[in-house]
């Protein structure tokens, strides 16, 4: 069975660091394209990073650019959110997710992904 465990959110302050983690059981993670997708309340949700196995090419919506960064560690089957610089708009609970298509499907409008974390939640504040 394929499944994918996010972790590693907690409560920072404006300007620290958080490294989120997303284990994948059932697929070779290097396979497969693993989006971070955040949901603020009373927001919709919204896509913050992918790396495209298919072709290479890194996404970052415009608001975290130069902020978060994204790592993987095959031998561990995990894929790392780095996140910097936190600022309070960057609440919200955190999920990683995947398709079966292998695409990040960044340009969709919908965000129809075959397998999510169960979401880990991340609060800047002071």
């Known amino acids: 069975q394929v499944q994918l465990v996010d972790s590693g959110g907690d409560l920072v302050q404006p300007g620290g660091s958080l490294r989120l983690s997303c284990a994948a059981s059932g697929i070779s993670m290097d396979r497969y394209s693993i989006v971070w997708i955040r949901h603020a309340p009373g927001k919709d949700r919204e896509r913050v990073s992918c790396i495209s196995r298919m072709v290479g090419t890194t996404y970052l919506a415009e608001s975290v650019k130069g902020r978060f960064t994204i790592a993987r560690d095959n031998a561990k089957n995990t894929e790392y959110l780095q996140m910097d610089s936190l600022k309070p708009e960057d609440t919200a609970v955190y999920y990683c997710?995947?398709?079966?298509?292998?695409?990040?499907?960044?340009?969709?409008?919908?965000?129809?992904?075959?397998?999510w974390g169960q979401g880990t939640q991340v609060t800047v504040s002071s």
């Open positions: 997710a995947t398709s079966l298509e292998r695409r990040c499907n960044w340009s969709d409008r919908l965000l129809r992904y075959d397998y």
